[in-house]
C-alpha cells in the first residue's frame, strides 16, 4: 500500500478519517471490555462465594467432632484441607476454652472472610463448641482480570488497527487519488492554453454514474463555459478597442453640442427663475389681497348697517318742525325721548367708529405688507433681501391677525406655544412672514375642508433645537392629511392636492428656508389624519453665492 508523498494526516481526509474511526472504536472497545470485565468479576467473586459455602458441607461436621472430641491434631488436618482450595489464604477455630488454631497467614488488601458456628447436639442438648473462621483473598481475581484486560486491549488495537489501514487504502484507492488528480487539473488550467477533458482512472461504474463521475462532468462543463467566456470576453475587448479609437472624435463632437445646449439651459433656468420669483410675489399679494377684501366687506357692512340713519331720522323730525321747533322740544313728549335716543345712538356710533378704525388699521396694514412683499421681492431679485433682528414668536402673532378673521369663520381654534428660550433671528423678515402666513394659510384650508367632524384645530409652537442650532417652527392641523405619494411630491413646483391651486406656495416656502441655510419638512399618517409641518430656520441667513435667483 502507498500513499502519496507529503501525506499531511492532520490536514487531509483521509487522516480526519482514520482518526475518527479510531477514536470510535476505542471508545466502542472501552465499552465492551468494560462489560466484559463486569461481567467476569461477578463470576469470580460468585464462584468463590459458592467455594466458601462448600466448606459447610465437606468440612464443619468434621471439624465439629474433632473439637468435641478435643483432636485439635485432626482439626489442624482439616484447616490445612481448607487452605488447599484456591484463594483461600487464612484458616482458624476459636474452641470455647481452649487457644485457638490457625493455619495460614492473613494478607493485606480486599478480602471475603466466612464464619461459621459449631454446634454438636448430644443427648438432646445442643452444645456451642467454637467458631470456625475463613478468608479468602481477592488479588487473585484482581490478577486474572488485569490478565484478560491486557489481552482483550492488545486484541482490539490490533484489530483496529487493521481494519483502519485496510479502510484508508480502500478510501485512497477510491476518493482521494481521484480528488488529488481532480486538483491537479484545476490548478493547471488555464484559459490561454484550452487542454482536454478531464478523465479518472477507474473502471466505469456498472450501476450508473456516481458522485465522482458527477464531479468530472460538472467540472469539465465549467472548464467548456470558461473558456467560451474567456472567448467573448475577448471579442468584446477587441471591439471595445475599435470603439475607443473614434471616441476622442466623438467626444469632440458631442462637447461642442453640449456647450450649445448648455448656453441654452442658462438661459432658460434664468427665466424659469425670474418667472419662479413673479409667481411668488403674486401668490403671496394674491393671499393678502383676500384678507384686505374681507376687511373692506366688513367696513361696507358696517356702514350699510350703521346706526348714523337713525341720527338722521331724529334730525329730520326736528327739521319737520320749522317754526314751531322750539315748542316742539319744550311740550312735545316725542322731544323729551330725543335726549336718551340720541346718548344710546352715540354711543352705537361710537363703537362702529372704533371698529372702522381697526378694519382702516387692517387695510393699512395688508397694503403695507404688499408693498414691503413687492420691495423685498424686488430686492430679492437684485441685490438680497435684507436681514434684521426679529422675534419670530410676535413676527407670528402678526400673521396670526392677518388670518384672525378667516380662522375665526372657519371657527377654527389656534394654539401657540413658544419656548422662552428660542434667541432672536437675523432673517429677511418679509420671507420669514410669507412661509409662516403660507403654513397657517394651508393649515386654515386643511382644516376647513375635512370631512371628519371633529372641532378644527390648529397648534403651533417656536422652539429652540440645540443640536442644529436651528429655530424650529411647527403647525399642526387635524384636517384632510397626506398619503404617502403626495408627501414625497409636496413641495415640487407645481404640484398640488387643492383643486384649482398653481402649487407654487409649499415650493416657494421650500426655496426660501433652503436659501436661508434652513429646511422645510412635512409628515402626515394618511387621509383624515392631520399633518405637520417643520420650519428650521437658522440663527442668522447664510449668505447666497447668487442672489438673483432661486433654486
Given amino acids: 500500500m502507498t500513499f502519496k508523498t507529503g501525506f499531511k494526516w492532520g490536514s487531509s481526509i483521509a487522516g480526519r478519517l482514520v482518526f475518527h474511526i479510531l477514536l470510535m472504536?476505542?471508545?466502542?472497545?472501552?465499552?465492551?471490555?468494560?462489560?466484559?470485565?463486569?461481567?467476569?468479576?461477578?463470576?469470580?467473586?460468585?464462584?468463590?462465594?459458592?467455594?466458601?459455602?462448600q466448606i459447610d458441607q465437606s468440612f464443619v461436621q468434621s471439624i465439629t467432632d474433632d473439637v468435641w472430641n478435643i483432636d485439635f491434631a485432626q482439626v489442624a488436618v482439616h484447616l490445612n484441607g481448607i487452605l488447599q482450595m484456591p484463594d483461600v489464604v487464612h484458616v482458624r477455630v476459636d474452641p470455647v476454652d481452649f487457644d485457638p488454631i490457625s493455619v495460614g497467614e492473613p494478607i493485606p488488601g480486599r478480602k471475603m472472610t466466612r464464619q461459621v458456628q459449631l454446634y454438636l447436639e448430644k443427648d438432646g442438648r445442643k452444645n456451642f463448641l467454637g467458631t470456625l473462621t475463613v478468608e479468602a483473598t481477592m488479588n487473585g481475581v484482581y490478577q486474572r482480570l488485569q490478565r484478560r484486560v491486557s489481552i482483550v486491549l492488545v486484541t482490539q488495537a490490533i484489530k483496529t488497527f487493521l481494519v483502519s489501514a485496510f479502510m484508508l487504502f480502500i478510501f485512497n484507492q477510491i476518493l482521494i487519488r481521484h480528488l488529488e488528480k481532480i486538483a491537479a487539473k484545476a490548478r493547471d488550467f488555464s484559459l490561454d492554453d484550452p487542454s482536454v477533458a478531464l478523465r479518472l482512472d477507474r473502471k466505469p461504474s456498472t450501476?450508473?454514474?456516481?458522485?465522482?463521475?458527477?464531479?468530472?462532468?460538472?467540472?469539465?462543463?465549467?472548464?467548456?463555459?470558461l473558456q467560451r467566456s474567456y472567448s467573448q470576453l475577448l471579442d468584446n475587448h477587441r471591439e471595445l478597442n475599435h470603439h475607443k479609437e473614434n471616441l476622442e472624435r466623438l467626444v469632440e463632437e458631442r462637447t461642442s453640442e453640449l456647450h450649445a445646449t448648455q448656453q441654452s439651459m442658462i438661459q432658460t433656468a434664468h427665466q424659469a427663475g425670474m418667472a419662479e420669483i413673479a409667481i411668488g410675489v403674486l401668490h403671496h399679494i394674491g393671499n393678502t389681497l383676500n384678507s384686505l377684501n374681507i376687511s373692506a366687506h366688513v367696513i361696507n357692512e358696517t356702514l350699510r348697517k350703521s346706526s348714523i340713519e337713525k341720527v338722521g331720522r331724529a334730525n329730520q323730525l326736528v327739521d319737520d318742525q320749522g317754526d314751531q321747533r322750539q315748542t316742539f322740544l319744550e311740550s312735545d313728549p316725542r322731544a323729551r325721548?330725543?335726549?336718551?335716543?340720541?346718548?344710546?345712538?352715540?354711543?352705537?356710533?361710537?363703537?362702529?367708529?372704533?371698529?372702522?378704525?381697526?378694519?382702516?388699521?387692517?387695510?393699512?396694514?395688508?397694503?403695507?405688507?404688499?408693498?414691503?412683499?413687492?420691495?423685498?421681492?424686488?430686492?430679492?431679485?437684485?441685490?438680497?433681501?435684507?436681514?434684521?433682528?426679529?422675534?419670530?414668536?410676535?413676527?407670528?402673532?402678526?400673521?396670526?391677525?392677518?388670518?384672525?378673521?378667516?380662522?375665526?369663520?372657519?371657527?377654527?381654534?389656534?394654539?401657540?406655544?413658544?419656548?422662552?428660550?428660542?434667541?432672536?433671528?437675523?432673517?429677511?423678515?418679509?420671507?420669514?412672514?410669507?412661509?409662516?402666513?403660507?403654513?397657517?394659510?394651508?393649515?386654515?384650508e386643511a382644516v376647513k375642508h375635512s370631512e371628519t367632524n371633529t372641532l378644527g384645530r390648529i397648534q403651533c409652537a417656536i422652539r429652540y433645537q440645540t443640536d442644529t442650532k436651528l429655530v424650529q417652527f411647527e403647525i399642526r392641523?387635524?384636517?384632510?392629511?397626506?398619503?404617502?405619494?403626495?408627501?414625497?411630491?409636496?413641495?415640487?413646483?407645481?404640484?398640488?392636492?387643492?383643486?384649482?391651486?398653481?402649487?407654487?406656495?409649499?415650493?416657494?416656502?421650500?426655496?426660501?428656508?433652503?436659501?436661508?441655510?434652513?429646511?422645510?419638512?412635512?409628515?402626515?399618517?394618511?387621509?383624515?389624519?392631520?399633518?405637520?409641518?417643520?420650519?428650521?430656520?437658522?440663527?442668522?441667513?447664510?449668505?447666497?453665492?447668487?442672489?438673483?435667483?432661486?433654486?
Fill in 337 to 444: 325721548n330725543l335726549t336718551t335716543y340720541y346718548y344710546q345712538v352715540g354711543k352705537q356710533l361710537c363703537r362702529e367708529h372704533e371698529h372702522l378704525d381697526r378694519e382702516a388699521k387692517k387695510l393699512e396694514g395688508f397694503i403695507k405688507d404688499i408693498k414691503d412683499t413687492i420691495f423685498s421681492q424686488q430686492e430679492y431679485a437684485h441685490v438680497g433681501s435684507p436681514a434684521q433682528s426679529i422675534d419670530l414668536a410676535n413676527l407670528f402673532r402678526e400673521v396670526l391677525r392677518l388670518e384672525q378673521l378667516s380662522l375665526a369663520q372657519a371657527r377654527i381654534e389656534i394654539d401657540l406655544a413658544v419656548d422662552n428660550t428660542t434667541p432672536r433671528t437675523v432673517l429677511p423678515v418679509n420671507k420669514v412672514r410669507f412661509v409662516m402666513h403660507q403654513l397657517l394659510k394651508n393649515a386654515r
Fill in 477 to 551: 392641523d387635524n384636517g384632510v392629511g397626506i398619503n404617502e405619494q403626495d408627501l414625497l411630491n409636496i413641495f415640487r413646483s407645481g404640484y398640488s392636492t387643492k383643486e384649482g391651486s398653481r402649487g407654487f406656495g409649499l415650493h416657494a416656502c421650500a426655496n426660501i428656508l433652503a436659501e436661508l441655510g434652513g429646511n422645510l419638512t412635512a409628515h402626515s399618517a394618511g387621509p383624515n389624519q392631520g399633518a405637520t409641518f417643520q420650519a428650521a430656520f437658522p440663527i442668522k441667513a447664510r449668505e447666497l453665492r447668487d442672489p438673483k435667483m432661486v433654486n
Fill in 207 to 225: 450501476h450508473g454514474p456516481d458522485e465522482l463521475e458527477d464531479v468530472v462532468s460538472a467540472f469539465n462543463q465549467m472548464q467548456d463555459a
Fill in 25 to 53: 472504536s476505542s471508545v466502542v472497545t472501552l465499552l465492551a471490555t468494560g462489560i466484559q470485565l463486569y461481567l467476569d468479576y461477578h463470576s469470580d467473586t460468585s464462584r468463590l462465594g459458592a467455594q466458601l459455602e
